[in-house]
């Protein structure tokens, strides 16, 4: 058993958790004179700091009247009171006593009080459902002689419950104990893990329920179910301040991994992140968008985690991406896991209902496993079985097993979850853990690891390979175009904004969103990022699946921003409160308002999407030509009105710049694409684009601020409005795009990182740089002349990209450390597409 101070680490680590205790002996010191017994001052700082945590509740459980316990404690935001051994939740409580009960507690009252008057040492204590015969302070034979009369007599009372504690004997008329008030509280509160601390016999009832993650921990002397013991109150002074120590650390990451240090695994039906030391803990199956298997990502060690390591303390990690691949290898010395989503055989993009996480553990040492599924992101119970060539994951529609021969498992209960725990050696020969979901079947695969790592390796390899890399940090731009590819949905063309959900923009704060989604915009962007570097079928792929959207919209005009990556609207945003979130940051959310949006610029990345097919000589089809007809309407209709904007943010419709400058765009690229494809000039549409860019120029510029700004009679500055100039709405050597590029550097960009804007767009806290707004900027400083600034800003941004080479969304300027979503789709397409503009511009 590990000693206390490392137990309470984890104890401070759990995502919802209760810390219950008793009053008398644990934060008060035994007294004479119950009415003098005052808790330790230092004690009540630490359970109010508690009380105030998130994810962190408060309990005292105490046989005191509920009464006297508040009376004794006093008001106190956050902690609840529990009276009377577990009968007294509320104060109404002694309204609810049937009347039989009360009678009985009177007649326990008078007989109680005949035994007390024989001595002045004895004292009656009554409670709404029970009375107290308190002998502390009696003569040690009267005691002894009283307590078996009461034992023998009114103690034995039909109706009556006894409890025994330090020097008094309690008669119940509601049969309930603390180990009871602890489950009422534990229900509903909703909490994962529960820490209880106590000194008296009645405390044993509440040791006795806790199980798993819980913590118990005895004060004083006295034979004890509780696992950890202290000496007095002044030690759960020092444990209380201790775990609020550690429990304000965790809440702000201090011992959480790095966003960009996670990496990412990929079979084109769903991802996993995992950390440099190889933990899995974030994966959602079967989809990437569906409910996670492992999410300790977002809600610590209790939402589910997958670890392999060295049984032994050794070096630090090692971890890479091996060579044009999305295979992981993480090196410890001798020891070697290599990780890696099976696409071997049939297609990804083919297959379906089947996914396989495959571990090889290989080299030299011992290895320790740990298998701690948890299911709906922690929210069902997740029982494990033992087989002979692995466990089954039980209870499941889709099923769900780890193959692992070999490996010899034993089961940890962890409350209402299992944990299996797993030590191997490898001796030269691997060891090979096959995650399958989507098949309880156990047996042998017919193709050997080996070979299936062979053909997983090669899918990637052979699809990089046919790209063109521009010299400009080429392994960079590698990494970024296999990431993309990687959050591409193969079985629908659907394209992932980003892998995860609720990485937060501002740690600590409530900007944390669901990303696990295709946004038109974030999809058609990544798209137009690898057919730049030579590769169209995910291009078309996109198109098809929003050809399939279409199908089931009314209009065009009626578009979403966002949909499931199997093409279908979203559900109501929810909040999932039993996650603690990434450094602490609440609420996790699954679901996206924006769905509900209107994005007026949504259908400019599109069109200019198909325009990129066009000129990389793609076989456009007719049906994509009425795909830009239909996006060309969806404009004409409802250009002119007001919107949500490209940032999603939650306050009124307004003419944002940029809505209208991605209209123009949707307009000019198909005039381009008519021209090219048919041969044909429309003039209604080159009147339509001429009309939008003055209605853009003549209300988006201001000209006491010298920039286009964010909105329409606005004076705010907003990196979106860059994309007047690189897309080609207005020359970008005229002055009035030259000075909001200058505005924009001054007041928006610092350091390496490019700030979206910094008005205020209806939420509480602050977010960091937004890595895709350093890559407009590069670009604007190109399409400006600067071309030695866009290099130096560029060199810059790459240095934010992770160990592995991935990128999350922001960047927090304060820490140096990543901020959002990760890796998000719009920070790895904004790398290509900087580099093979630089590339351009260096040859000439």
Known sequence: ????????????????????????????????????????????????????????????????????????????????????????????????????????????????????????????????????????????????????????????????????????????????????????LRKRLGVTACMFMGDDVTDEDAFATLTGPDLGIKVGAGASAASYRVGDTHDIAKLLARLTQLRQEWAAGADATPIEEHAMLSDLRTVALMTGGARITWLCAPRADSPAVFAELVGGPSAGYFSVEPAESVAEAGQRYLRETNTVETRWGGLTLTDYLDCSGTRPNQRAGRTDLVRVISGTGKARIEFAPRLDFGRVATQISIRDDGLVVEGLPDPIVLRSPGVTWRIEKNGVNDTAIGEVEALGKPVVLELRFGTGDLTNSKLGEEQRRKETSKFWSKWLAQLSVPDVMPDLVQRSALALRGLVHGPTGGVLAAATTSLPEDPGGVRNWDYRYCWLRDGAITCEALVRLGSNAEAIGFLDWLLGVLDKTAAPERLAPVYTITGHELGPEAELAELSGYMGSRPVRVGNGASTQLQLDVFGPVVELIWQLVENGAPVTFEHWQLVEQMVHAVERRWAEPDHGIWEVRVERRHWVHSKVMCWVTIDRAIKIGKAYLGKVRTDWEELAETIRQDVIGNGYNQEVRAFTAWYGSDELDASVLLAGTMGMIDPMDDRFVSTVERIESELREGPTVYRYKYDDGLPGHEGGFNFCTNWLIDSYIATGRVDDAWALFRDFTLLAGPTGLIPEEYDTKTGKGLGNHPQAYSHAGLIMNALKLAAHSRG
């Open 1 to 184: 058993m590990m000693d206390l101070s490392d137990q309470l680490e984890q104890t401070a680590r759990q995502a919802s958790l209760l810390v219950a205790c008793d009053y008398d002996g644990t934060l008060a010191p035994i007294v004479s004179n119950p009415s003098d017994a005052r808790a330790d001052r230092e004690s009540l700082v630490a359970l109010r700091a508690l009380a105030q945590m998130p994810g962190t509740h408060v309990a005292v459980v105490s046989g005191r009247s509920l009464g006297d316990l508040s009376a004794m404690i006093g008001e106190i935001e956050g902690v609840h009171l529990v009276g009377s051994h577990g009968s007294e939740f509320d104060v109404g409580f002694a309204d609810e006593i049937s009347k039989d009960a009360i009678e009985l507690r009177k007649r326990v009252e008078a007989e109680l009080s005949r035994i007390a008057g024989r001595d002045s040492g004895f004292g009656i204590e009554t409670k709404p459902a029970s009375v107290a015969f308190h002998y502390r302070n009696a003569d040690e034979k009267l005691a002894e002689d009283a307590v078996k009369e009461i034992e023998v007599g009114c103690a034995s009372w039909e109706g009556v419950h006894v409890k025994r504690g330090k020097m008094v004997i309690e008669l119940g008329v509601v049969n309930t104990n603390k180990g009871m008030a602890l489950e009422v």
